[in-house]
C-alpha cells in the first residue's frame, strides 16, 4: 500500500536551515506529483510546494515560502525532500507529504490539499526565536 515516511524535523533557531526527507514506498514514485504542506498549532492544514512527476520539472511553492524553501525529489531513491532556508519562527508547525490522487499536474488546483490523496504522518519542525 501506499506509505510516506517524513523525517528531519526538530528544533531549530530563527534564521537557520533544515531539510525534511519523505520516504516513499507502495507505488511508482516517479509517476506522482508530489508535495509537501503543513500544520501549525490552531490552524488549518496549508499547502508548502509541490514539484510534478519525473518529466515535468515543475515546481509551485506557497508565496510564504518562495525563496527561502526548496522542494526536491531523488527519483532513484523514492524520496522527496524540503530545503528551508532563514527558518522563522512562523514556519512552526508539523509539515506532512503527500501525493497526488492522479499522476497529473493541474495548475489552477495544484495548490489545493484536495488534490492529494494520501498523507505521511508528519514531522515536526521548532523554530525557536
Known amino acids: 500500500q501506499v506509505q510516506l515516511v517524513e523525517s528531519g524535523g526538530r528544533l531549530v533557531q530563527d534564521g537557520d536551515s533544515l531539510r525534511l526527507s519523505c520516504l516513499a514506498s507502495g507505488f511508482p514514485f516517479s509517476s506522482y506529483t508530489m508535495a509537501w504542506a503543513r500544520q501549525a498549532p490552531g490552524k488549518e492544514r496549508e499547502f508548502v510546494a509541490a514539484i510534478s512527476w519525473a518529466g515535468g520539472g515543475i515546481e509551485y511553492y506557497a508565496d510564504s515560502v518562495k525563496g527561502r524553501f526548496t522542494i526536491s525529489r531523488d527519483n532513484a531513491k523514492n524520496t522527496l525532500a524540503l530545503q528551508m532556508n532563514n527558518l522563522k519562527p512562523e514556519d512552526t508547525a508539523i509539515y506532512y507529504c503527500?501525493?497526488?490522487?492522479?499522476?497529473?499536474?493541474?495548475?489552477?488546483?495544484?495548490?489545493?490539499?484536495?488534490?492529494?490523496?494520501?498523507w505521511g504522518q508528519g514531522t515536526q519542525v521548532t523554530v525557536s526565536s
Open positions: 503527500a501525493r497526488s490522487t492522479t499522476g497529473g499536474w493541474r495548475s489552477s488546483a495544484i495548490d489545493h490539499l484536495g488534490e492529494y490523496a494520501y
